[in-house]
């Protein structure tokens, strides 16, 4: 039996098959013995025959310190009589390599006689894997910052929008050179976003489904102006207040292509790559209007009626239109759309699509509407959008002495700021959708406070997750760029009569404020006194901001005295008083909060 099995390997060892396999390929006995391999392990460890290698055990080949590995993957496969793949490190002299090695038992007449392997170098494909891993971390990493960069840009941006819309006073020359530089900055984060924002926009179907038309055609002669910028071509965009909130029916994704080739073509009749394209945007009672109007070199009218009669257009430019107009054409007619052209020669040319009006959706918000008594929290991680809610927000507040606007930049203080106020169905919450190195999003601040009326004014519009999120939560999406163009609506509550008093007392003692109110009277003073701080915030709003307040420190209630002074601070009353027999120091009380020595001081007010 020996004899066979050594025949057996010999002729295994030798044969052209596995020496022909272009990878090392040995045999070992029961012991972990070489007793064969082919002509490419020997070249690999540079010996000159393969029966020089028979014998010799994994200490005697140079693979250096990894021998002990090697002996007990080969113990493993024999007692398991199961293959095994692995990849090992193998020293080869001066240098290392790493491989792919599968061994497996190696059987003669059904009775194993040891094992059979085999490796291949794979130095070279880890090196690469650790390269393309490498790249991946660097373009994750760059992905990362091109977002924060637009995020940082947009925020801003929109601040520089609502504060040109409000300031009318500024001369128009300046208003354009502002506006212009307001687009060019809009055009850069709008080309970060579309180049590494991979999971945001929503996924196209071939339902045609309601599109904010506005927004689509800013981010579309956004991407324009920066495809055009080595040339002398102005872009301008123009919409109607109305225009601004418009829907259609449509596949974004076919027309933001139409579009896209209409504006190429108006490039294209641009002689030398100067002049003017300009996007118009208007509604009539039925219908949206967007019209493409460039100055260029215009079309015959026998042009212009084989455009709107062929359905394969032909072209004698060099660069061609004929193929966009085509698609154009159909895209038009899916959305049961029209197409119109004008043009002469002297002028240029006027694209007109005309589209029915779609309704808006549920959540979106083209106006913001207050009472004149409310709190309107603005909650957003940008200090510059906060100057510009004060600048939109400015006449109202002078017209509406009871009308309040709160300001917060993290999650936490404005949701303990909403939980904590007295009538919760006079808040409207303006909040941005990200809010930058915050655990909470605008939405999280809405889902926890159980706000009732709350806009989410945000990028993310378009952004399948966040829509499901604010249906769920009934409440309603303002995009950021339009933030300015929504209409402000306050309306005007009936004013109840304010309380004309000397002083308002808190103080859940009885017997002193009756002396007190005696004494005062009799000095020709009046004294409104509340023994809960429930009863003095219940009719807080029939007091002047001026009304003198003091209140006792131990209320015997869930508040205490400076507590409630500082929810009447945050209301804007200004002349609050602590009277206590408890011995305070005024530096340990806020700086709105003054101190009286003692409860007869009270007399002195």
């Known amino acids: 039996m020996p004899e066979t099995k050594v025949d057996f390997v010999s002729i295994l060892a030798q044969s052209n098959l596995l020496n022909s396999i272009p990878c090392a390929i040995f045999l070992k006995d029961t012991e972990s013995r070489f007793i064969g391999c082919n002509k490419f392990l020997a070249n690999l460890v540079e010996y000159s025959d393969v029966e020089e290698i028979k014998g010799k055990t994994d200490e005697e080949m140079p693979w250096g310190d990894e021998t002990a590995h090697y002996r007990a993957s080969d113990l493993t496969v024999m007692k398991n009589e199961r293959m095994i793949n692995e990849t090992e490190t193998v020293r080869l002299h001066n240098k290392k390599i790493t491989v792919h090695t599968t061994k497996a038992p190696l059987y003669f007449q059904n009775k194993m006689i040891g094992i059979i392997g085999c490796f291949t170098d794979i130095t070279q494909i880890k090196r690469d894997e650790e390269a393309l891993k490498k790249t991946r971390e660097k373009a994750d ?54 180049k590494h924002r991979k999971d945001e926009v929503l996924t196209d179907s071939e339902t045609l489904l309601p599109v904010m038309i506005s927004t689509t055609l800013l981010s579309i002669i956004a991407s324009k102006r920066v495809e055009y910028q080595h040339s002398k071509i102005k872009i301008l965009f123009e919409a109607s207040a109305e225009s601004y909130f418009a829907f259609i029916h449509a596949n974004i994704t076919e027309l933001k292509r139409m579009v896209s080739n209409l504006m190429n073509n108006s490039k294209e009749a641009l002689r030398d790559e100067c002049g003017e394209i300009r996007v118009t945007l208007n509604t009539n009672k039925q219908h949206l209007i967007i019209q493409i109007i460039d100055t260029g070199r215009g079309m015959s009218e026998e042009k212009i009626q084989q455009i709107l009669n062929e359905d394969t257009i032909t072209t004698e430019k060099e660069n061609g239109f004929g193929l966009g107009l085509t698609h154009a054409k159909k895209m038009l007619k899916n959305f049961n ?75 936490n203080e404005c949701i303990d700021y909403i939980n904590s106020y007295v009538n919760p169905e006079k808040l409207l919450l303006l909040t941005d959708y990200e809010l930058i190195g915050q655990t909470m999003d605008g939405l999280n601040v809405i889902e926890e406070t159980q706000t009732q009326r709350a806009i989410l004014v945000t990028s993310h519009y378009e952004n399948r997750d966040v829509l499901k999120r604010v249906v769920l939560l009934k409440t309603k999406i303002l995009p950021k760029m339009l933030a300015s163009h929504a209409k402000l609506i306050v309306t005007k509550k009936e004013e109840p009569d304010l309380i004309q008093v000397d002083l308002v007392l808190l103080d859940d003692d009885t017997l002193f404020p009756s002396i007190l109110a005696s004494t005062m009277k009799s000095r020709g003073k009046t004294i409104k006194h509340y023994t809960t701080p429930q009863a003095l915030l219940e009719e807080i709003s029939r007091y002047a901001k001026n009304t003198k307040i003091c209140t006792d420190f131990d209320l015997k209630a869930s508040m205490t005295g400076p507590e409630v002074a500082k929810i009447l601070h945050e209301q804007g009353f200004t002349n609050l008083y602590l009277a206590t027999g408890y011995d305070f120091k005024q530096e340990e009380m806020p700086d709105y909060l003054q101190v009286l020595g003692n409860k007869v001081d009270i007399l002195a007010l």
């Open 141 to 194: 990493a760059m992905n990362a910052a091109a977002l924060q960069v637009a995020h940082d840009i947009r925020s801003p941006l929109a601040a520089i929008m609502m504060l040109t819309q409000a300031c009318a006073e500024i001369p128009e020359a300046q208003r354009i050179c502002l506006r212009e530089a307001v687009d060019r900055i809009h055009d850069i984060a709008d080309q970060l976003l579309t």
């Open 337 to 411: 759309a029209a197409l119109n052209i004008y043009s002469s020669p002297a002028i240029g040319t006027t694209m007109e699509l005309m589209f029915n009006l779609a309704p808006a959706p549920t959540w979106m918000a083209n106006t913001i509407e207050v009472n004149s008594d409310d709190c309107v929290v603005v909650l957003d991680d940008d200090q510059s959008i906060h100057g510009a809610w004060d600048e939109i927000f400015s006449e109202s507040l002078k017209e509406n002495t009871f009308l309040k606007l709160k300001h917060f930049a993290h999650a």
